[in-house]
């Protein structure tokens, strides 16, 4: 007799710090978004990044807006990791990343050009056990990820069309999912996309599971805050505008530390300036993301946030985002269409 799965609930609703129970955790936190910012929070969680290094980055549709800017992942790699590669997989919808030769060229039109991409799922499939899950044993992911000793999650924090919120998470468990075996399972059941809410944000999380402990000790957490359209950098050109105010640049060693943090700066900021987040990710019961996780022994919902800006003082969230006017303010490297190209 088959077993009966049924997802979990709660994925629309907010859980303040005051009323999480648990061990914490640190996360570091900088409101320097430049490529001075993230050499500087890499500093602090870069131990753990030795041998062969793959950082997971979203490096975005062809002209994408809102992705991490090229010149800021160019110093990073270039003083920090010479010799790491930027890792990928192709998508399971049909964009401009949907093959290996279209990505190939979304990337170079992007300007992913100074360092090594390997989208890992090219040649090859290959699975990674999760203990625990409930929807998987194992997860399909590109086979070129065992190659790698070590992993850097560098996130482009923002909205997902259905997963409500877009960090690290999200980016581990869909980003190194391949493009055909992988992504289906974590979003199809007899339709393409017909898995959601509660459930989708449980197979994310398992599938991030499934990488994050093949890496065990070897990986660590970087949220850049910048840029937070509601929409994934799936959507490319057609994500929807940016209103949310920038924050700044999250860190940790521990994933569900840094995804919460992310989430509380945005439910702190001042003059309900995260409005259109929060709807987003309650909208499409994101939150079981950050539940689940916990569940799943993934990491401390709990944290202590380290302010690297004012001689590490431990602060909230609120502190954090003080002062932060409810407008979204483009900086420079909004200047230009296909920036990433242009720009550096």
Known sequence: MKKMIAPGTGGDKYVPVEKREGEASVVYFTRDLSPEGLKKIYDRVSEKITGKTAIKLHTGEAEGPN??????VKELIQEKLPEAAIVETNTYYEGSRYTTEAHRKTLEINGWTFCPVDIVDEEAVTTFPVKGGKWFDEIHVGKNLEKYESMLTLTHFKGHMMGGFGGSNKNIGIGCADGRIGKKEIHTASKMFDIDKEELMERISESTKGTIDHFA????????MRNMSVSC?????????VVTPDIGIVASFDI?????????LIYSLPGNGGKHMIERMESRHGLRQLSYMKELGMGNDRYVLIDLDHGDKEINAAEAVAGIEPVWV???YNTFPGRNKLNG
């Not at 992705?67 to 800021?72: A, Q, S, T």
């Not at 950098?233 to 505008?241: K, L, V, W, Y």
């Not at 569900?256 to 509380?264: E, R």
């Open 67 to 72: 992705i991490i800017p090229r010149p800021w």
């Open 256 to 264: 569900l530390a840094a995804d919460n943090a992310c989430v509380d």
């Open 233 to 241: 950098d799936c959507e490319g050109c057609e994500a929807e505008p």
């Open 217 to 224: 000790d070897h990986i660590s957490y970087i949220n850049v």
């Open 330 to 332: 483009p900086d420079k």
